[in-house]
């Protein structure tokens, strides 16, 4: 039992992480290092509780629970002219988690547009 909160406890910690290195860009060297901490963390675990092999899908099941949802939560602190719901966010994240970062370079795009526009 102790290893299944160790194993969803990493798993939620490497989804924070995660969804913080790719909101509201994706940030590639702390998205990678995220990935290889949790992922070497889960392999050690695996290792020495080999008889417990559902460890993994639990870091998996906490890893994804933890991104979508703190990635939600970033962007409706970051981009809330959207005017999307927290839950809205959460099933973008889910399915789609392009179509938020699109939308917000794109309203970017056109604020710096309308900036430089001459008066």
Do not use: C
């Not at 102790?2 to 969803?8: E, G, H």
């Not at 509201?24 to 963390?41: C, D, M, N, T």
């Not at 962007?75 to 392009?98: C, D, M, N």
């Amino acid at each position: 039992m102790i290893w299944t909160i160790v194993a969803l406890l990493v798993g939620l910690l490497t989804g924070t992480l995660m969804a913080d290195a790719r909101t509201p860009r994706i940030r590639p060297v702390p998205l990678l290092s995220a990935f290889l901490l949790g992922a070497g963390l889960i392999l050690v675990l695996i290792y020495l509780n080999r008889d417990q092999s559902y460890l993994g899908y639990v870091f998996l099941f906490g890893l994804i629970l933890a991104q979508v949802a703190y990635a939600a939560w970033l962007w409706g602190k970051v981009f809330p002219a959207a005017g999307l719901s927290y839950w809205q966010i959460v099933g973008r994240e889910f399915t789609h988690p392009y179509r938020t970062r699109q939308q917000y370079a794109a309203m970017l795009a056109a604020s710096e547009e309308q900036r430089t526009a001459p008066d």
